[in-house]
């Protein structure tokens, strides 16, 4: 089974799975409704599929054969995405970025981030940027190997900006750790 990303359309016409699976993604990454119908209406969304008779010698994104394994038919559908907006000119952010819960760990979280990076660069951002949760240790390692440097510290962000407490990791979601790199 191979995995491909790309640009994606929610609307009327989409597929009523299709459209609960990119939801629950963005949920994911983002408990905000209204800040995820905000940067849909006005970014681009891509999602990484899998391809139902595809390759299944294929290698995985880092090449490693085993990756895709785990992918079995009934999960050919919408595995993971990722949302970009231009924020300032020749600045984009990832808005958002999720894998399935039970797809992650193998991969396509950083293949995610590089098409996210690759897709900036092509569009003539000179830097693109991401924030996290001051308790998201693995999106903050994940960000960092993917070549991005912490920016600032939005303090109390999520404290202002999201009505209900956020804990992950056993921490309380206080403060946006921006993040950036170079293009
Ligand atoms: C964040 C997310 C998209 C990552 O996707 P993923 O497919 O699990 O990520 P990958 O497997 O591609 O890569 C994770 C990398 O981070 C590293 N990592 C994760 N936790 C780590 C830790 N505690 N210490 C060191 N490295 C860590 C992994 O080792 C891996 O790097 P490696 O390949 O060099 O070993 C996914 O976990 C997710 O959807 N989370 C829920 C939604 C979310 O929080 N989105 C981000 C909002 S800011």
């Given at each position: 089974m191979k995995l491909r990303i790309d640009s994606f359309e929610l609307n009327d016409a989409t597929p009523v799975a299709d459209r609960e699976r990119c939801f629950a993604l963005l949920r994911d990454a983002d408990p905000s409704r209204a800040n995820v119908d905000d940067y849909l209406a006005r970014g681009e969304l891509y999602v990484s599929r899998s391809i139902p008779g595809g390759d299944t010698n294929a290698p995985g994104p880092g090449g490693d054969d085993s990756k895709w394994d785990s992918v079995s038919d009934?999960?050919?559908?919408?595995?993971?995405?990722?949302?970009?907006?231009?924020?300032?000119?020749r600045t984009i952010e990832i808005m958002n970025v999720a894998v399935l819960p039970e797809l992650q760990g193998q991969g396509i979280g950083k293949?995610?981030?590089?098409?996210a990076i690759e897709r900036a660069r092509t569009k003539g951002a000179k830097s693109i940027e991401i924030g996290t949760g001051n308790s998201s240790v693995g999106q903050l390692a994940l960000y960092q190997k993917m070549g991005f440097r912490i920016l600032g510290i939005d303090f109390d962000y999520f404290v202002r900006f999201y009505e209900e407490p956020l804990y992950e990791n056993g921490i309380q979601v206080r403060d946006m750790i921006r993040l950036a790199q170079d293009l």
């Open positions: 009934s999960d050919s559908d919408i595995v993971g995405l990722y949302v970009i907006l231009e924020t300032r000119p293949d995610l981030v590089r098409h």
